[in-house]
């Protein structure tokens, strides 16, 4: 191998790792800083830089609103007591935080960050590992992060950690079939799984959700209807794509324990949840492994639906392929774009209103799971349409359709409590 | 008593689908956040928001206008208006002082003193800011309407012998009390 790839990928791993790290960091502030102006509060506004206890005469006050907060907050994990009682089972209860965290950071491996940069003549994709089983490789090891929450619960050997574990363990399984099927009909548009080309493809034919141009020019002008059939079943596909779009987000939202779907932490009813016993850096690593996870989802939902670092309407076929301020420019955009889902994240968080746990399994095993299935037979019909012809779609529609009521009629059945006399 | 059997609503299909509920919702939020952001929630003028939401910036911003004329604060010590000490050190308010706070050395007047009549005072005062609850009650024992609870409420230090006010302190922060001031009186 070349020793410029060699190099690259080097600073490639440490680049993106800082860059996820900070990211979690910068989640934890805005979180704050947002939840707070919603709530009509401030929130942490005027941390300083302590010079004092370097000896200085004075703390160092920026007027950056508060953004050095992380860093206090990161300190304050470092120096806390490490407290481990004495009833866990050490072993598992030493592991758990990591098999929470290093999931998290190891999917950001296959998000393509930004443009492939061109170095000494060697094309290098921004993305740690440019793997042709992108979505696959993440749920893969996503599902990890189950086993580190389900062995927190069990390890502390206490009552309300036990059921947040039971809780996470039973709700991230369900909403990982959600989550699974809901892109199949991305990948079939696409044809493919690597992330790069995936994104490479939103760059020339319009992100996946907004396709408001191709490769003839935009929406408005005579060149986006050179192939007319081509552009009506590309707005079509929509459809699916938008129930993809909804499903996914909202399996996001389940998979990172996120607020509308937080029991296994609820300190409503579970103290902690799964983290009750932790303290100090091993809590933070819990901390941090949740953010993790949401500027991952966050990352993957840009990646397929939103078109990943491209700028967008055509913007980017003007800019120069490979350039380094190229690549650069769109690791912001990017960036950016991952932001905005974390403040998205953020007012659902204090929009939505905790779901009950069986409402929670019934959204994910009776609604999603249904709707994604047929979603994928809907991709499929609006995809195949130029070569079934319009009989095909007419006979696939009808058998669609009336697949669609028997499985509300099924799913309906088995919403209904059953009587007291039928026991 | 009639009983009244409440029915859950019919959901149309819309609200069924939950979608569009979620979707306003976030609207709100989001609104609020941006009044919020403008500092035109409601109640910020009257509460004398810094700009954000309805929060005061507390040490750069005060409510000091809006105190009480009753408000209890700081415990001091004042001198009359001839700069003599009211105090007589008869120590009533160390003896009734529940969280025992104040500690006082009591002193003679020397007898070639103009005020040698008055026989006694404080050789030293203190009061233990850290243990004082701010009661009132040695303003309401004092026979010689000499310590008063005065609006003073930042009373910081960085350690403990920082927060024992002295006699020193305490006239400082007392000041001077003109004419017969009568403890039970409106005015302090």
Known sequence: MDTTLLIAAAIKIAVFIGITMSFVSICVIFERRFSAIIQDRVGPNRTMIPLSILGFKKDLALPIGGLTQPVADGLKFILKEDFTPSYVRKLFFWLAPVLVVVPALLTMAVIPFGSPMEIAGNVIPMAVADLNVGPLYIFAIASLSVYGITLAGWASNSKYPFFGGVRACAQMISYEIALGLSIVPVLMFFGGLNLGHIVEDQVTNGWLLLPLWNEGGFIISSGYWADPQASIQRLLLLIPIFVSFIIFTTSIFAETNRMPFDLPECETELVGGYHTEYSSMKFALFFMGEYAAMVVGSALIVTLFLGGWSIGFGIDNLLPVGAWWVSLLHIGVFLGKVTFFILFFILVRWTVPRFRYDQLMNLGWIVFFEAALINVFLAALVIAYPSIGIMGLAIGFALLITATILLIKIAKSSLEKPSATAV | ?188
Not at chain 2, 3 to 19: D, H, Q
Not at chain 2, 81 to 93: A, I
């Open chain 2, 1 to 188: 008593m009639a009983i009244i059997k409440v029915e859950r609503p019919k959901l149309s299909f819309g609200e069924k689908i939950y979608f569009g509920a979620a979707l306003k919702g976030m609207v709100i939020t989001l609104g609020h956040a941006f009044r919020s952001l403008l500092g035109k929630t409601t109640g910020a003028e009257e509460l004398n928001s810094s700009g954000v939401g309805v929060t005061m910036q507390y040490p750069e911003q005060k409510w000091d206008d809006k105190l009480p004329e009753y408000y209890r604060g700081a415990p001091a010590l004042v001198t009359d208006e001839r700069d003599r000490e009211r105090c007589v050190s008869c120590q009533l308010c160390e003896f009734i002082c529940p969280p025992k706070a104040i500690k006082i050395t009591p002193g003679e007047i020397p007898s070639d003193n103009e005020w040698a009549k008055v026989e006694k005072r404080p050789l030293e005062f203190d009061i233990d800011m850290i243990r004082c609850i701010y009661c009132g009650m040695c303003e309401e024992v004092c026979p010689e309407q000499a310590i008063y609870l005065r609006p003073d409420y930042v009373i910081t230090g960085t350690n403990r012998t920082e927060m024992v006010h002295d006699k020193e302190r305490l006239y400082e922060i007392g000041g001077k009390r003109v004419g017969l001031v009568n403890k039970w009186n409106d005015l302090k």
